[in-house]
């Protein structure tokens, strides 16, 4: 066998052969043959190392933060498909379509609108959510661009009595945005795009569709970590939403618990890690039948050392991520051992058990 394949837990001390032979003694362990820079390599590269699966809740420890997001929208929010969309101000062409802009898809958009070009006036795409919500962050994804001569902007504003803007894009070139902005907790009624031309010019087109425009809020979802297995923390159903555990510091993960709920709608997972909630990495791939709601449900993952741990909606489908509670089993490096299992346990492979076996 090619040292290739555990290329993140080989010391000078450390042969395959002894690997593949479970020989790997407690005396090389504690002697610093087997580090945690060794255990895994976060940037991809998984070892073969696992603890034994504890089925003890007691062996889990429960994160510092959590948080539920679905497209930068934490827990509570308003998606794009529950507000009323229009067009508003001056526009050259008006912008169509505007269904495309409320159904939470950031694949379509509407029709390409064109601003003005002899007055500073301003079009706007517009998202009416009714009664609103007291949020602190705005999600969207929208374009705009320019042809000719002069300038303009785009302008993210939101109303809670008065119009206020909470992002303004120069328009030099054409750009796709899609981010998450934060501003002081507002109770947001409207949300709107606009697109103006600050030097009017006869040559100057301003251009610009959208794709979603989401509200919701920023930070910790304690529903995850209160060690009550009646809450419950969810995502909105939107594509890839996921809820992510923060232990507070970068430590050796060797396991996952979750209490599982009925409110899961998303078929499939994966677990990920990160040092960074940032660049995450997978270790495990899951189809939701396997987690049982009303009881813990223990996964073993190869050790990695990461700060993050996260519950990652994979089946590409809008659809919701719930957990009511998260715990992760950590180690030192003189607990890690090569027991029972030395293999790589399959990122992708949905046929095995919670414990990384064969079914």
Known sequence: MANASYPSILGAS???????????????????????SKIADVAGTQSGVQMPLSTTIGDYTQPTAAVATSEGIVGNGKLSSEATPSTSGSWAVVPSNLTNATDDDAGTQTTQGTGIMNSAA??????????????????????????GTGWGNALLQVYDGTWTTIKSYPISASTTVQET???????????????????????????????????????DDAYARDDSTATVAKTKAL?????????????????????????????????????????????RTILTSKI????????????????????????????????????????????????????????????????????
Do not use: C
């Not at 301003?122 to 374009?143: C, L, R």
């Not at 709107?192 to 959208?210: E, K, S």
């Not at 996952?256 to 990495?281: F, K, L, P």
């Open 239 to 283: 594509a890839n939403s996921n809820i992510y555990a923060d232990m507070n510091s970068a430590l050796n993960v060797v396991a996952v618990a979750i209490y599982g709920t009925s409110e899961m709608t998303e078929t499939e997972i994966q677990i990920r890690t990160s040092t960074d909630a940032a660049a995450w990495t997978k270790f």
């Open 14 to 36: 450390i042969q395959t052969a002894e690997i593949d032979n479970n020989a790997i003694t407690t005396a090389k362990i504690a002697a610093g043959a087997v580090t945690s």
């Open 181 to 219: 902005v934060t501003f002081a907790s507002k109770l947001v009624t409207k949300a709107r795009i606009g697109w103006n031309t600050v030097t009017p010019n006869t040559n100057l087109q301003v251009l610009g569709y959208a794709n979603y425009l989401h509200l919701g809020t920023i930070g």
């Open 292 to 359: 049982i709601a009303g009881q813990w449900n223990y996964i073993l993952l190869n050790a990695v050392n990461a700060r993050y741990i996260q519950v990652y909606g994979s089946s590409g489908s809008a659809l919701a991520v719930a957990v009511a509670e998260i715990k992760v089993r950590t180690a030192t490096e003189s607990q890690i051992t090569l027991g029972s299992r030395n293999k790589v346990i399959d990122n992708s492979d949905t046929a095995l058990t919670l414990a990384g076996g064969a079914e």
């Open 122 to 147: 301003i079009g706007y795409i517009e998202f009416d959510f009714g009664a609103g919500e007291t949020v602190t962050a705005i999600s969207v994804k929208f374009w705009y661009g320019k042809t």
